[in-house]
C-alpha cells in the first residue's frame, strides 16, 4: 500500500528546552539554507509520484525558520497535499507571526500545533521555553483571527513536586484558550537533555497516575474526547495525520533524525548534519517478521481509545486475532485491563494506563 | 619415553591463594620446554576459562613433563595442580594422594598463611616429601631469611636448602627442577604386582566417554587389558592410555609409578569416582587402595532451572559435572514455587558459586538457586534425630526437642592490630572464642568456634574488609550444637514462598526478617496490585513491607521514532520477565532467591 502520510522535519530552534529530545539544533542561517535544500531534494525523491492525505511539518521548530525559507518549505510540498487533507505545521508562540500565518494560510495549511507546556512563568522558564503564558495565549488568538480554526496545545504535567492544585490551574488556562484539540504529555526525563544533566526526576507513577486522571476528568467534562494515550478532540478534530501512525499504518519520513515507515520497513534518517547535507540520509532500518508486525500493530493500535476492529486485525495479518490471543485476552479482560466490545479490541481506563503490562502479555 | 620407576617424580604444589602457584607451575612447563613460552597462556594449567578470569585454581590437573637433570638422567615428572582456596580443601588431599613429594610455596613478603598450613599438614599426613620455595624474593618487601626461619619455626620444615625464587621472572627456578629429582623419592611399587592404579580425577567426552585420570600404584596397564573398578565391580576393555603434557599424548600403556590418563568407553558415570581403584580382571589386586578422605558438603541449596522445561537438561549437566567434581552432591527435590529441582552440596560458598558458573556456561544453563543452608540436626520429641539440609522442610515446632547447627573451629592469623575488629566480629556472629596465640613477634591466631551458617553469610568479606585483606582465615567442622533456631517464612501476597525459607537465630529473627522483606521489596518488580511481603515465624508475622502497585507505565509520546524505540524497551523487558518465575501471582526475578544472603550485614 501506497503511504498516505508524509512528515518532514525541522530541527532548528532559536532555543533548546531543557527536556527536549527530539532531534534539534539551534538555528543558524548558514546551516539553515543548505539544510532546506538538502531536505527537499529527499521529499522529491521519496515522494516522486505520491499524493498525500496527510503533511505534517514538525520540528524543532519550523517557525524559527526566516519568512524565505519558512515560505519556500510550505510552497514545495503544497502540490502533494489531496484535496481536503490535513496540512499541519509546528509552531512556537514567541515565533508564530502574523507573516508566517499568511504564508501558512496561502500554501494551504490548515492546522498548527503549538506549545504551551505551562501556565506558570517561573515553571516555563525552568523548562527553558522562550515564551510567557500571555504570549501563548496571543499567538493563540492571532491564530484564529487569521482564520485558523484547527488548533492544538500542548502540556507538560508530572514535573518536579508538580501539585493537583497547580496542574488544576494549568488545565484552566489550557481550557481558556478554546482549542478543539489538546495534547498532554507527562514529563519524561531522557538522556542528553539539560533535565537528564540535573538529575530531574520523573514523577512517580502514582503521582503522574493521579494528574492523569485530574486531566481525563476536566477534559471530559470540557468536551473533549481522550482518542489516544495523551490526546483530547473535540468530535471531530483528532489529528488525521498522528492517526496514521496510531493505526499502524505507512508514512514517508524526511529530514534530519526524522523516522519513516514503507514498503514494511521503519527506517530512521541520520541526526548528523554533515552526513546528511552529503545526502546520506538514512541511519538504520529494521529487517521485520511477522512478529515484529504484530508487535508494532499492538504496540501503536492499542494506545487509542477505540483499539482495533478484529475484522481489520484479520484483514492484515490473514488469522483471527482471538484464534491466537484467546488466553491473554482472557486474563487482560479478568485483570479489568481490555474490553472486546462491538468486535473490537479496546483499553480500559485502567488498561490505557497499563498499556506496557498489555502489550507484554501479548507479545509472547 | 623410556620407563625407568627410579627416575619418576610425582609431585604437587600447595600454597596459600595468590602466593605464586599456578605462576610457579607455567614456569616448570616453560623450563622444562614441554609448552613453548609464545604458546603459554598465563597459568596453563588453570584450564578452565573461569579459573583463569579469577586467577583461582579450582581443579587439580595432571601434567607429564620430561626434564634432564645435572647428573645427566632424564627425569619424568608428574605435577599435579592443587587448588588454594578453603572450600577446595577437599581436592587438595586427592592430589597428594597421588603424590610422593610437594612443594610448598610460600609468599617471601606475607609469610606462612593458615591455609599454608592446613595444606602442609595435609602434605606431612600423607606422609609427603615436603620442599619450601620461597617465592616473589625479587620484590623490595622481600624477607626470604624471615619467611625461612618462620617455616622452621612454625612448621618444622628444615629450610636450610630452602630455593628462593621468582615465579614470575624464572630467578631460581632452575634450582627448584633440581631439588625435586634430588629430593623428592621415586615411587614405590612393585611393577610385577597386580595392578593398582588410584583414579584421582575424571571427565566426561562424548566421544571416549569417561576419561579417567590415574596414578599406578602397582603394576602396570595397557590398552586392550580388561579392567575391574574395584568398589563398583564394573568390568571394561581399556581403550586408550596416555599422558598429558599437558595435551594428551597417547602411550599405549602405563607403569608403575607413572600418572596419566585412561579411557575404557566407560558411558554411565556412575560406575566411576575419585578414589576407586582399578585393576586387572583377570589377576586381580586383593584389596583396593585406601579410599580417600571424604569431606562431606558442608553447604546445601536448591538448583532450578528458570525455565521449567530444562529440568532433563540439569539433571544430565549435573551427571557430567559431579564426575569432574566429586564433591558436588545432589539429589532431586521439588518446590511448590520452582517446580522440579535438585537440591545440591557443596564445600562452601566459592564451590557453590564456581559449580553455579559453570553449570551456566559450560552446559548453556539458566538456573534459580535458593539461598545457601547449612545441614541442621532436629531432634524430635520421640527422639529420633532428622537431618535437615532444606528450611522448608522444617517439622513442626511442637514435634521438635531442640535443634542442632554445625560449628567449626575458626582459625584467624592475623597482624597484632587487628585483633579487637576481629574479636567483635566473631562476636557479632554468634561465635565462642577458644584461645589466642602469638604466631611471631607480629601476627597472632585468634581461634573462635563459630555457627557454620553464620560463616557463609558474608563472614569472609567482613574479615577482609575490618582487616585491610591481612587476615588469613582457615576452618573445619567441629560438632553440632544446641542453638535457639526457628524457621522464618517469607509470605508474598499471603502466601507462602518455600523458596524463600530461611532458618535464623531467633534473638535475631526480628532485625532479619525487616531486612529480608525490605530488600525482596526492593527486588521484586511491582506488580498491578499491591503486594505485601511478610516475615513469619511460627506463623506469627514480624516484618512486613509493601510492594505498591503500578498505576501508570504508558509511554506519554509516541509518534514516529518513538515507535521503535519503545518496541525495543518493551522486547528488553520481554526477555527480563522471562528469568523471572511466577509464584502464585507474584512474577519474581532470581535474585530475589538469594537475596536472603546479601543481607546479612545490615542486621544491627
Known sequence: ?364 | MPFDQKHIRNFSIIAHIDHGKSTLADRILELTGTVEKRQLKEQMLDSMDLERERGITIKLNAVTVSYKAKDGQEYIYNLIDTPGHVDFSYEVSRSLAACEGALLVVDATQGVQAQTLANVYLAVDNDLMVLPVINKVDLPSARPDYVKKEIEDRIGIDCSDASLVSAKTGLGVPDVLEAIAKDIPAPEGDPKAPLQALIFDSYYDSYRGVVVLIRVKNGSVKVGDKILLMHSKKVYEVTEVGIRTPNEVKTGSLECGEVGYLTATIKDIKDVFPGETITLSETPAKEPLPGYRRINPMVYCGLYPSDSKKYEDLKEALEKLSLNDASLVYQPETSQALGFGFRCGFLGLLHMDVVQERLEREYNLDLILTAPSVIYEIEMTDHSVIKLDNPSKMPEPTKIKEIREPYVSASIMTPSEFVGPIMELCQEKRGIYTDLQYFDDTRQIVKYDLPLSEIIYSFFDRLKSCTKGYASLDYEFASYRKSDLAKMDILLNGEAVDALSSIVYKPQAYNRGIAIVSKLKDIIPRQQFSVPVQAAINGKVVARADIKAVRKDVLAKCYGGDISRKKKLLEAQKRGKKRMKSVGSVEVPQEAFMSVLSIGDDID
Open chain 1, 1 to 364: 500500500m501506497k503511504p498516505s502520510s508524509l512528515y518532514v522535519h525541522i530541527p532548528f530552534c532559536s532555543s533548546i528546552c531543557a527536556y527536549c529530545d527530539f532531534c534539534k539544533l539551534l538555528y543558524r542561517k548558514e546551516f539553515a539554507f543548505p539544510y532546506v535544500e538538502e531536505l527537499l531534494k529527499e521529499v522529491e525523491g521519496k515522494a516522486k509520484g505520491l499524493s498525500f492525505h496527510t503533511i505534517y511539518v514538525g520540528g524543532g521548530t519550523p517557525t524559527c525558520l526566516e519568512d524565505p525559507l519558512f515560505e519556500k518549505v510550505l510552497a514545495f510540498l503544497s502540490p502533494y497535499l489531496e484535496r481536503n487533507g490535513e496540512f499541519t505545521i509546528e509552531a512556537n508562540p514567541e515565533s508564530l507571526s502574523k507573516e508566517k500565518l499568511l504564508i501558512a494560510k496561502r500554501f494551504g495549511v490548515n492546522r498548527i500545533s503549538m506549545g504551551l507546556e505551562s501556565s506558570s512563568e517561573k515553571r516555563l522558564k525552568e523548562m527553558g521555553r522562550g515564551h510567557t503564558y500571555e504570549e501563548a495565549k496571543k499567538a493563540f488568538a492571532l491564530a484564529k483571527e487569521m482564520g485558523f480554526s484547527n488548533l492544538n496545545a500542548d502540556l507538560i504535567y508530572g514535573l518536579p513536586d508538580e501539585t493537583l492544585e497547580e496542574l488544576d490551574k494549568d488545565i484552566d488556562a489550557l481550557l481558556a484558550l478554546d482549542v478543539p484539540h489538546l495534547s498532554t504529555y507527562s514529563l519524561t526525563v531522557n538522556e542528553g537533555t539539560l533535565f537528564y544533566n540535573k538529575k530531574i526526576k520523573e514523577a512517580d507513577d502514582n503521582d503522574a497516575a493521579d494528574q492523569y486522571e485530574l486531566i481525563l476528568k476536566r477534559f471530559r467534562e470540557a468536551g473533549y474526547l481522550r482518542y489516544e494515550v495523551s490526546n483530547f478532540a473535540r468530535p471531530g478534530f483528532e489529528s488525521q495525520h498522528n492517526l496514521t501512525y496510531w493505526h499502524d499504518e505507512e508514512y514517508v519520513g524526511c529530514g534530519l533524525g526524522a523516522s519513516g515507515y514503507q514498503d514494511e520497513v521503519h527506517y530512521t534518517n541520520t541526526r548528523n548534519l554533515t552526513k546528511y547535507l552529503k545526502g546520506e540520509y538514512l541511519d538504520s532500518q529494521e529487517e521485520e517478521g511477522e512478529q515484529d508486525r504484530l508487535e508494532y500493530y499492538f504496540l501503536t493500535n492499542l494506545r487509542l481509545a477505540e483499539g482495533f476492529a478484529l475484522e481489520e486485525f484479520e484483514k492484515r495479518f490473514g488469522f483471527s486475532f482471538l484464534a491466537k490471543y484467546q488466553k491473554e485476552v482472557d486474563s487482560l479482560i479478568k485483570d479489568g485491563l481490555l474490553l472486546l466490545e462491538q468486535k473490537r479490541v479496546k483499553p480500559t481506563d485502567k488498561g490505557i494506563l497499563l498499556l506496557d503490562r498489555i502489550l507484554l502479555t501479548l507479545f509472547k
